[in-house]
């Protein structure tokens, strides 16, 4: 039910709609359009302009034929009173109208129409900008993939996604993770079909201020407001969603077929985009490949191949690499260069998927194999050059590195696992991960989404905490005897390193929400901390704080927390440093081409300030009078 009470949420506020039903107030407008007069007609041959029947073109009152030269006009065409200039790419200044072009049932606004080849079937809104193009062309009524399946994941089409221009991560995620209820389905269905209908539109459509230039080939679409086409291959059977505030950008020989383009979207340098959906803020450029996925907010593909995927939020490919049968719900992860996640079938079916925990790292030239689960691993590090077997994996911060062929009865083909490593010895990766996403995704993903600290992680690491607690001590584990290895190894010391990690984290995030409900309600300070722990409590995080151990007074869970705090800063910046340090000592020049980030050791200072702040509120409120 919930599903459907979203779907209804969205199709409330859609684009489309609202631009159907000003396309019906244009039509209801029509009725002040007239016939051209003798003298107008006369005035249009002489500018060398052509129609089978000019009885068919209709125009405003105060038109003006002098804005319409060397064209010529077939079927039913509405022309406006042209008046003033817009500016073409390059800053250059044109009056309105339509020079040098074939318009074929069209619906004109006050807009430029220069150099088109063929405009049919099309709605041109106003202070739009149509230069020189090969052809755009509408078909009839299209109902731009409404309602369409398409399959992510499993290739064989085991999940199915109902798909429209405005979707979002919420109802693609009910769609996938979430077991159908055929009620609740077939309601979902009926309410896209609605929809699909009452958009059904019989023009293709340029919105207004849109600028649409130097494109070879646009059939069956939707160019929204403010939209700039430049340069573009083709784009065929796609709506473009656009705004003034977050326009969208299609340039330089980009294909973009059969595809939904939400707002603020960028697709650029020979980029093909196929059978797709590219959710608000993407970018995908530089020849990259994405075909039948769904790209969430705030991603950015170059070079690389997505196929049949769902790909979350903040995902960055910024080399050449493939992603195939990924359901990547929580994002926020890397491709390296040469990354291969996608070992999908070797002479067998296509019918195996991966699915990367958040925040996941994949190096350099890692091979993949499918199928694989590390969902219960997100903020994992696959370390260069490794080659990952089917398996999967349950232990958050992970570093999976290559394995010891020397060790005795260890399979060589298993590479090696440190859980927590990521968390103990790469703080300065995860802040400034974290500064990025803020940067990424403000406005659109909050904080608590990307935060190391999100329910599912802590609850990912309670329970790998607790599967690390062994009766039976060894040098080396496997799955057979911690579960949630996979194919790799664990050594007895790493082991009692993770158990070490895992508690310092739940106790800094079991901490930071006692402070916080101290922050709240500062008259809970005279609570004892056992009844703070009790009110903290939830389903959520029980297991997390029943791990933890607190200090008897509050004063020492104040000090306790600073300490952590303390640690975790110097953590991050020992990271720098020791960056700094190795980079010195192999270039001479390196300090003066390594300028210091300051974006993010502003952002990281401002952080941790915040958290002082809080602590000495509640030190200030907790001294006697």
Avoid at 50 to 76: A, L, T
Avoid at 364 to 386: C, H, Q
Avoid at 421 to 438: G, Q
Wanted: net charge neutral; proline share 5%; hydrophobic share 35%.
């Amino acid at each position: 039910m919930q599903r459907l009470l979203k779907l209804k949420k969205v199709l409330k506020n859609s684009i489309l709609a609202t631009s159907v039903e000003n396309f019906k107030g244009i039509r209801a407008g029509t009725a002040k359009y007239r016939h051209l007069t003798a003298d107008e007609i006369q005035v249009l041959e002489k500018n060398g302009n052509r129609s089978e029947s000019w009885d068919k073109i209709m125009v405003e009152p105060d038109f003006d034929p002098n804005r319409i030269i060397r064209s010529s006009f077939m079927g039913e065409v509405y022309l406006p009173k042209f008046f003033g200039t817009l500016l073409l790419p390059g800053d250059v200044s044109f009056p309105t109208g339509i020079y040098d072009s074939l318009v074929h049932n069209c619906f004109i606004e006050n807009a430029l129409v220069h150099k088109v080849a063929m405009l049919s079937n099309i709605l041109v809104r106003s202070s739009a900008v149509v230069q020189n193009v090969g052809s755009i062309i509408s078909s009839g009524k299209i109902s731009y993939m409404i309602g369409n399946y398409m399959h992510v994941g499993n290739e064989m089409g085991g999940r199915k996604v109902a798909v429209f221009p405005e979707i979002t991560m919420e109802l693609v995620e009910a769609q996938l993770f979430h077991k159908p209820d055929p009620e609740v389905t077939a309601a979902f269905e009926e309410q896209l079909k609605t929809y699909r209908e009452e958009t059904a539109f019989p023009f293709g459509v340029v919105g207004k201020g849109a600028v649409i230039c130097n494109t070879n080939i646009i059939r069956n679409s939707w160019i929204g407001a403010h939209a700039r086409i430049e340069g573009a291959e083709k784009i065929r059977n796609s709506v473009v969603l656009s705004s003034l505030e977050e326009p969208s950008h299609v340039y330089d020989s980009v294909i973009l077929e059969n595809s939904n383009v939400q707002k603020s979207v960028t697709i650029h340098t020979g980029a093909e985009v196929q059978g797709s959906v590219l959710m608000n803020r993407t970018t995908v450029a530089c020849k990259a490949i994405v075909k039948s996925s769904i790209i969430a907010p705030c991603c950015h593909i170059e070079e690389g191949e997505v196929n049949s995927s769902y790909m979350g939020p903040m995902t960055q490919m910024h080399h050449h690499s493939l992603l195939i049968a990924a359901l990547w719900p929580d994002g926020c992860g890397n491709l390296g260069y040469g990354a291969n996640v996608g070992s999908n079938h070797t002479g067998r079916m296509p019918d195996q998927e991966v699915m990367p925990g958040q925040g996941m790292f994949f190096g350099l030239g890692v091979n993949i194999k499918f199928p694989a689960n590390y969902r219960e691993s997100p903020f994992t590090l696959i370390a260069t050059g490794l080659t990952t077997l089917p398996q999967r994996v349950k232990f958050p911060f992970s570093l999976i590195r290559p394995g010891d062929p020397q060790l005795v009865n260890v399979p060589p083909r298993l590479n090696e696992i440190v859980p927590g490593w990521n968390y103990a010895r790469n703080a300065y990766a995860l802040d400034r991960n974290l500064y990025k996403y803020s940067l990424r995704g403000k406005g659109i993903i909050p904080s608590a989404f990307y935060s190391i600290f999100n329910p599912d992680t802590v609850h990912y690491v309670s329970d790998a905490y607790q599967r690390l607690q062994v009766s039976n001590i060894r040098d080396i584990y496997t799955k057979e005897h911690i579960d949630g290895l996979g194919e790799n190894f664990m050594r007895e010391r790493i082991r009692q390193q993770a158990i070490k990690t895992y508690q310092e984290y739940l106790e800094r995030y079991v901490l930071e929400l006692i402070i916080t409900l101290v922050v709240n309600d500062p008259g809970l300070q005279t609570q004892p901390v056992k009844e703070l722990r009790r009110m903290a409590t939830n389903d959520i995080n029980k297991d997390a704080i029943r791990v933890v151990t607190l200090p008897e007074t509050f004063d020492e869970l104040l000090k306790r927390y600073r300490q952590l705090e303390k640690d975790w800063y110097e953590r991050v910046t020992h990271g720098l440093d020791k960056d700094n340090e190795r980079g010195r000592q192999i270039f001479d020049d390196y300090d003066d081409a390594h300028p210091i980030d300051k974006g993010f050791t502003e952002w990281e200072k401002a952080r941790v300030e915040e958290k002082l702040r809080r602590l000495n509120s509640i030190a200030k409120t907790n001294k006697p009078e």
